[in-house]
């Protein structure tokens, strides 16, 4: 009774979990299954962009996260606090808070658009609203990442001559991949499927969950569940695709 006791609350969360995307598979119309106009430049416009915005978390989110993890300053609370402050601000706020700082009045926006760089409804802003939504994600879960590499084994490979940038591609980046991969899927879904940051930033160009909302006011549930599949089918491939291949490096 004891173990099965744990086995029925997992099927039970499991079963939770599961329901509103059976509820998806029982409410679209299969007979006229037909996209509205602009869902495919939607698609596209996620897919790019969130790809970009991916890029650019990873390359300036994985050094911030490797120097979390090893190095202990004066007044660390005051980066993890906001670390968590990027991570719980409301999503509306966030875009209300990017707008203020990098809108057309705000004082950074004012700046870069006299170099012709427009950070509201552009592509440059899409790419910022995703690199703000996701980034604090991507940090805290690489930073557990590579918490997890024994110090040891760094501090040997520098001792047998290694430089500090050579420990870290060879002995860190190795054995946090797991972290890093889940880290980097986590990014990425959480980039693409932004919603209130975009709204609020740049609201064109539309990509999938601006549409999404455009096609629900418009058109009703019925115009929405063919661009809801496709959402679903372009992001989890890179999840599963970085879970396998780190898990068949691993057995």
């Known amino acids: 009774m004891r173990l099965r006791l744990p086995a ?3 099927a039970f969360a499991l079963v939770l979990l599961a329901t509103p995307f059976v509820g998806l598979l029982l409410a679209t119309d299969w007979h006229h299954f037909r996209f509205a106009h602009g869902d495919g430049s939607a698609v596209a416009v996620s897919l790019g962009y969130s790809l970009l915005a991916l890029v650019l978390i990873v390359a ?29 601000t ?26 012709g760089l427009l950070l509201t409804n552009s592509a440059p802003a899409f790419v910022m609203a995703q690199f703000y939504a996701a980034l604090p994600y991507y940090v805290i879960a690489a930073r557990a990442a590579f918490e997890g590499v024994p110090r040891e084994l760094e501090q040997i490979a520098l ?29 990425w879904v959480r980039a693409l499927g932004e919603f209130g940051v975009v709204l609020i930033v740049a609201y064109y160009p539309q990509g999938i969950p601006v549409k999404l ?25 890179l999840p599963l695709v970085l879970g396998l291949a780190v898990r068949r490096r691993l057995s």
């Not at 999503?91 to 170099?115: D, F, K, N, W």
Request: without cysteine; positive net charge; glycine residues 8%.
């Open 8 to 10: 029925l609350v997992a």
């Open 60 to 88: 300036l989110g994985t050094p911030l996260a490797w120097w979390l993890a090893r190095h202990r300053v004066r007044g660390q609370w005051l980066i993890d606090a906001l670390l968590l402050l990027a991570l719980l």
């Open 90 to 115: 409301p999503p509306l706020a966030m875009g209300l808070l990017l707008t203020t700082m990098y809108g057309p009045y705000g004082p950074a926006g004012s700046l870069l658009e006299r170099v």
């Open 159 to 187: 001792t047998l001559g290694h430089s500090p940038w050579r420990s870290f591609v060879h002995v860190s980046l190795p054995l946090a991949r797991l972290g890093l991969a889940a880290a980097v899927a986590l990014a």
């Open 213 to 237: 909302w455009v096609n629900l006011q418009d058109s009703g549930l019925q115009a929405v569940y063919p661009l809801l599949w496709v959402f679903f089918l372009v992001a989890l491939p």
